[in-house]
């Protein structure tokens, strides 16, 4: 069973998430789908075109000694299998409307680990679930919750809502 939380993040926000991330653990930012193997792997969270555009990247933890392997679609796009026994978590963005009001959309921002009852040998998901626990404080720490729920907004996206 998986385990989420809501997340809105400016870019200003997902510098400061991906300085976090680093200084946590070993990690490597990926792509959802990318034209060429090479453009998949990424430094930083790409840059949105539009408030409106939602990102979706992958947060692979390089700490358990796997290496994502890369697949071609039917689309002929590039991308990397993952599921509950990779030591993976799934960001996506949210996406602001044109007014940036904070709303629920069909985009909603999130944090997302796919997790797991089923044991594996592939890595030590304790562990893992701990390194994710870690994430989630750090959000809960800076973020503010929108009341009756359980979505944060980080420190800069807060600003456009005061």
């Not at 200003?12 to 990926?30: G, H, K, M, P, T």
């Not at 509950?84 to 904070?102: D, I």
């Not at 594996?120 to 729920?149: A, P």
Request: charged share 25%; with cysteine; glycine share 6%.
């Amino acid at each position: 069973m998986g385990r989420q939380i809501g997340i809105a993040m400016t870019e200003r926000d997902e510098e400061e998430f991906l300085e976090f991330l680093l200084s946590s653990a070993n990690i490597q930012l990926i792509m959802t789908f990318s034209d060429t193997e090479r453009d998949l792997f990424i430094d930083k969270f790409p840059n949105r075109n539009t408030s409106e555009e939602s990102i979706k990247v992958l947060i692979w933890n390089n700490d358990y000694g796997l290496k994502p392997g890369v697949k071609i679609a039917t689309n002929g796009k590039y991308y990397v299998p993952v599921g509950s026994g990779y030591p993976v978590l799934e960001y996506t963005s949210h996406r602001f409307c044109h007014r940036l009001k904070f709303q629920f959309d069909s985009s909603p921002g999130r944090l997302y680990w796919a997790g797991t009852k089923i044991p594996t040998d592939t890595f030590d998901q304790r562990h893992f679930e701990k390194w994710y626990n870690k994430i989630v404080h750090w959000v809960k720490s800076r973020g503010e919750e929108l009341k009756g729920s359980s979505y944060y907004y980080m420190p800069n996206t807060s600003k456009w809502y005061k």
